[in-house]
T-cell receptor
Framework: DAGVTQSPTHLIKTRGQQVTLRCSPK?????VSWYQQALGQGPQFIFQ???????QRGNFPDRFSGHQFPNYSSELNVNALLLGDSALYLC??????????????FGPGTRLLVL | QKEVEQNSGPLSVPEGAIASLNCTYS??????FFWYRQYSGKSPELIMF????GDKEDGRFTAQLNKASQYVSLLIRDSQPSDSATYLC??????????FGAGTILRVKS
């Protein structure tokens, strides 16, 4: 049973560029959440996708956008990169519940460095 | 006030001792609580989840929840050097949005 997968594992970009990160959820899961983890901090919620729609969003600017495909995989796009966007980007998958609270499992992450 | 607070540590315990990790949260309506372990350079790994007041045990790990005090803890019995990691407390604040604390660094010394 494949777990959550993410690509690429590492990425180096320069300020102003755009980046796309990819995630495939665990088998049987239909919901993908994205988190940003800066060094020494806990993960911060960016947004969540279910049924190809953004369901919830954290306190992140519009430069952060996403997409979910019919096979439940997801992409995170970040435009106009800033130095402060350097972080570990984590994808978490779960099964959707209207009441919430479903356990989330994390992928290995993509480490983004913006120079 | 931060939504989820943890002591950053490091918490140092000798091998074989009990490690006690604590977490407080601000939203009284929170219903589900999670502990994740994160090794340096790796992604968070789920250790336990708890929904009801009281204790929940799984092997060497016990999660404790007190909703009245808005407090959740993780006890690790018979601590091993391989338990050395950062432990993240996460609270579901509605619709599967997890809010994390900054994590507690645990060091188990042999």
């Amino acid at each position: 049973d494949a777990g959550v997968t993410q690509s690429p594992t590492h990425l180096i970009k320069t300020r102003g560029q755009q980046v796309t990160l990819r995630c495939s959820p665990k088998s049987g899961h239909d919901t993908v959440s994205w988190y940003q983890q800066a060094l020494g901090q806990g993960p911060q919620f960016i947004f969540q996708y279910y049924e190809e729609e953004e369901r919830q969003r954290g306190n992140f600017p519009d430069r952060f956008s996403g997409h979910q495909f019919p096979n439940y995989s997801s992409e995170l796009n970040v435009n106009a990169l800033l130095l402060g966007d350097s972080a570990l980007y984590l994808c978490a998958s779960s099964r959707y519940r209207t009441s919430g609270g479903e356990t989330q499992y994390f992928g290995p992450g993509t480490r983004l460095l913006v120079l | 006030q931060k939504e989820v607070e943890q002591n950053s540590g490091p918490l140092s315990v000798p091998e074989g001792a009990i490690a006690s990790l604590n977490c407080t949260y601000s939203d009284r309506g929170s219903q589900s609580f999670f502990w994740y372990r994160q090794y340096s350079g790796k992604s968070p790994e789920l250790i336990m989840f708890i929904y009801s007041n009281g204790d929940k045990e799984d092997g060497r790990f016990t999660a404790q929840l007190n909703k009245a005090s808005q407090y959740v803890s993780l006890l690790i019995r018979d601590s091993q050097p391989s338990d050395s990691a950062t432990y993240l407390c996460a609270v579901n604040m509605g619709g599967n949005k997890l809010v994390f604390g900054a994590g507690t660094i645990l060091r188990v010394k042999s």
